[in-house]
């Protein structure tokens, strides 16, 4: 059965767990730039303030969630 996705492309997304071999960790803050098979799983882009693309990873939808009202990101550096 095809379900419509909650999360949607170009949509920031907040990544709810941490993923040590690409250096993020949980609340890091991406966007999805492509959908995998109805939602099961997302590709996710998460850039820098600067710019720079960090990482584009697949991720399953437990590993990310949608941005809430009243969030705020948080910068951190990444060695």
């Not at 059965?1 to 997304?13: A, G, L, Q, T």
């Not at 098979?37 to 584009?56: I, R, S």
């Amino acid at each position: 059965m095809n379900k419509m996705s909650v999360i949607k492309e170009h949509e920031r997304v907040v990544l709810t767990v941490d993923i040590p071999e690409e250096k993020l960790t949980a609340g890091d803050v991406g966007v999805v730039v492509h959908i995998h098979d109805a939602g099961k799983a997302y590709e996710v882009e998460f850039v820098a303030l600067d710019g720079d693309t960090m990482a584009v990873v697949t991720l399953e939808h437990t590993q990310i969630r949608p941005v809430e009202h009243h969030e705020i990101t948080h910068a951190r550096r990444v060695a």
